[in-house]
């Protein structure tokens, strides 16, 4: 049991999920910005972004990070805004060509790994030139450790002075190909973070169908927690979630079940390190 807050962050679209999928997959900027004040009303701190083309397909413009920023920090004020680099929505230089916007935060993969039907293509040099745009602008990264050598990496980039700490790091559990969601295996990646970066946040994203378990997890670990319909469209087993905020809602249910205060966005801010709202 703790009492420390709990950061909710919620993946509000991502490049998978479609209309066909869940009819409440917000794809415009305007959509967008509507579902994630909802969700920032109902607990969440941390919106994590990635943008589409109206049709739906996927792109990396920094056109619309840059309106959808816009939108963010107008409808959901001292919000942590997060964008995504993830290799699924552009390749190479393409997937950092929206950093010059500064959000608040930014995922970074820091290593590869399997996805369901390709490779998530991580090098070292792309790694490394991420690392530093967001170093350079102050862009707090989430480390997203799809495996173990990940949350090593991080540790080891943090220490040569290439990430600033404290380290925010995001156990990633579910998808296909890669790290199964098992319990043993995400008590041990909390306790292994927790020994070589004792001053580490740590969350974790249960892909699809655990996504409720591994909030769980989270909430009764002292850890924080993500969800959204990024990760998973369902409510339950037999309905659609009808809302990002829906399954924020959900989240901030197992917190009051665990007697974990929600952290409202300045908490957050604090205990990730990121300076004031803009
Ligand atoms: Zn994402």
């Known amino acids: 049991m703790s009492d420390k807050p709990c950061i909710i962050c919620v993946a509000i679209t991502g490049?998978?999920?479609?209309?066909?999928?869940?009819?409440?997959?917000?794809?415009?900027?305007?959509?967008q910005v509507e579902s994630t004040q909802a969700a920032f009303e109902a607990?969440?701190?941390?919106?994590?972004?990635?943008?589409?083309?109206?049709?739906?397909?996927?792109?990396?413009?920094?056109?619309?990070?840059?309106?959808l920023l816009e939108g963010l920090r107008k409808h959901c004020p001292g919000m942590i805004v997060q964008f995504s680099t993830g290799g699924r929505s552009g390749a190479g230089a393409e997937r950092g060509g929206m950093l010059p916007l500064k959000p608040d935060m930014a995922s970074l993969a820091v290593g590869s790994v399997n996805f369901p039907t390709r490779v998530y293509d991580n090098a070292p040099d792309l790694v490394d030139w991420l690392a530093g745009e967001m170093l350079s602008r102050h862009i707090k990264p989430e480390i997203e450790a799809f495996d173990l050598s990940h949350v090593f990496q991080a540790v080891a980039m943090q220490k040569a002075?290439?990430?600033t700490g404290p380290l925010y790091v995001q156990f990633v559990m579910g998808i296909k190909n890669a790290m199964p969601v098992d319990r043993?295996?995400?008590d041990f990646y909390v306790r292994t973070l927790n020994?070589?970066?004792?001053?580490?946040?740590?969350?974790a994203a249960g892909i699809g169908r655990n996504q409720l378990t591994v909030v769980e997890w989270?909430?009764?670990n002292g850890g924080h927690t993500r969800t959204g319909l990024e990760d998973n469209v369902r409510l339950d087993k037999d309905n659609l979630a009808?809302?990002?905020?829906?399954?924020?809602?959900?989240?901030?249910?197992?917190?009051?079940k665990y007697e974990r205060p929600v952290a409202t966005p300045a908490q957050a801010r604090q205990i990730i390190g990121l300076g004031d709202a803009a």
């Open 242 to 256: 009808p809302s990002n905020a829906a399954l924020v809602e959900l989240a901030v249910q197992i917190c009051g």
């Open 43 to 67: 607990g969440a701190a941390i919106a994590h972004c990635h943008v589409r083309n109206d049709d739906g397909s996927t792109t990396s413009s920094p056109e619309r990070f840059g309106l």
């Open 184 to 186: 043993e295996v995400f």
């Open 15 to 31: 490049s998978v999920p479609k209309k066909e999928n869940n009819p409440a997959v917000p794809i415009t900027v305007t959509e």
């Open 161 to 163: 002075g290439r990430l």
């Open 218 to 220: 989270c909430v009764a």
């Open 195 to 203: 020994r070589i970066a004792p001053d580490a946040n740590w969350c």
